[in-house]
């Protein structure tokens, strides 16, 4: 069975010799026997025209294993018919990802919209929600007391700024009279309301390698710290006593939540978080199942997308391409427009998709071959055209 591969794109672009286009101003095609491994024949681009002359000329070819080009799939219909055209899963993969990644842009976008406007959150019972990652221990009562008494000193000074700008004192003259910077006038007639101290950032401490345990056993009902501070010390920690009762003082104050801390999403881009729902899940560590909890738990559009493209990839991972038509129906049922976006182009090649997804044949050989004409058009650069390149891809050892 005589197997034909056709690649054309950006890394497989052909540059006349002789002239100095930009990289990727001219693209060909290069076409390998997936039986011999061997090229079979250069073409000076990627036009449907020329591979579809060129596929007339060799009437023998039975499979085109091809990119998602839609020049290669005309070319190959209208010019090999009977031969069964196989769309390369790495390619459908990508086009997957891609569309993943918009998605994931998209809620992104929405989920951070969202967490401006929305209230702490509270459980059940009133108690503010913190994530694990914040969880802190309870602030000492000397610790509060100077804190709250600087409150009250900016708060008087604030009070006198705000009464001289009402009687028409400009920034730096309060500044002035008071002694402050006058940015910082500035910034409190800006604010229009009495600007609260930042909370400061939480110290790495001992403590936080253990507190999921610690959580998990408080969840479970112990609530003797001297209890939790032996098991944790059996364990490695090496903190005091009275830091576990500072931590549990808080949980009694506050409800801590160790699964999902939105925060979190924030430091992703799409392009790395798409990652997340692409890979299978047991390639990924703990703490990356982690992030990806997070992201299934901050939107359920975000819980359906992964199971789709999970599903996806399973029957590219085991060749289920049997379950093709389903999966394009629960697309077609969702709300998920990028998804949908996706569906609609492997409709247009559906055959050529799914027998990508069922038959072993696939463009990994091809890479390569492109990998070496990069090689040999770059030693070449400048010295001859197009038949020079052809002849030597084609006689390389």
């Not at 600087?150 to 730096?172: D, I, N, P, V």
């Not at 379950?323 to 394009?328: C, H, Y």
Request: hydrophobic fraction near 40%; aromatic fraction near 8%.
């Amino acid at each position: 069975m005589a197997c034909t591969v056709l690649r054309g794109g950006d890394d497989g672009n052909i540059v006349p010799l002789t002239r100095p286009f930009r990289r990727g101003y001219r693209f060909g095609t290069i076409l390998v026997d997936l039986e011999s491994h061997r090229p079979i024949d250069l073409l000076p681009d990627r036009q449907a025209e020329t591979a579809a002359a060129w596929m007339r000329d060799n009437p023998e070819i039975q499979v085109v294993s091809r990119d998602r080009a839609s020049a290669y799939a005309s070319a190959a219909s209208e010019a090999a018919p009977l031969a069964i055209q196989v769309a390369d899963r790495f390619h459908v993969s990508k086009n997957l990802t891609e569309a993943t990644q918009l998605l994931l842009a998209r809620c992104q976008a929405e989920i951070a919209a969202a967490s401006k406007m929305e209230e702490p959150a509270q459980n059940e019972s009133g108690q503010p929600m913190i994530s694990i990652e914040e969880w802190r221990p309870k602030e000492p009562a000397h610790v509060k007391q100077r804190r709250l008494t600087r409150r009250a000193g900016r708060e008087a000074r604030y009070e006198q700024a705000m009464e001289r700008h009402s009687q028409g004192l400009s920034a730096k003259e309060i500044a002035g009279q008071l002694g402050m910077s006058q940015r910082t006038v500035q910034t409190w007639l800006a604010a229009e309301t009495f600007p609260e101290a930042k909370k400061r950032r939480k110290k790495r401490s001992d403590f936080d390698l253990f507190a999921p345990y610690v959580l998990k056993r408080w969840q479970e009902g112990e609530r003797n710290g001297l209890t939790l501070w032996r098991e944790i010390h059996k364990q490695g920690y090496i903190g005091s006593e009275r830091t576990v009762y500072r931590h549990i003082e808080t949980l009694k104050q506050a409800s801590v939540q160790a699964a999902f801390n939105p925060h979190r999403l924030h430091t992703f881009t799409a392009s790395t978080a798409v990652w997340l729902f692409v890979r299978d899940k047991k390639s990924l560590d703990e703490i990356e199942q982690e992030d990806l909890a997070t992201f299934c738990q901050a939107s359920p559009t975000l819980k359906r997308t992964y199971d789709l493209v999970q599903d996806f990839m399973q029957m590219v991972r085991k060749r289920e391409g049997y379950r093709l038509d389903a999966w394009l129906e629960r697309v077609s049922s969702s709300d998920l427009a990028e998804l949908q976006q996706f569906a609609t182009g492997v409709e247009k090649d559906k055959a050529a998709v799914k027998a990508g997804l069922t038959w072993s044949i696939n463009n990994g050989q091809v890479e390569g071959q492109v990998t070496k004409l990069k090689l040999i058009k770059r030693s070449m650069y400048g010295r001859a055209g197009f038949p020079l390149l052809r002849q030597r891809v084609l006689h390389a050892v």
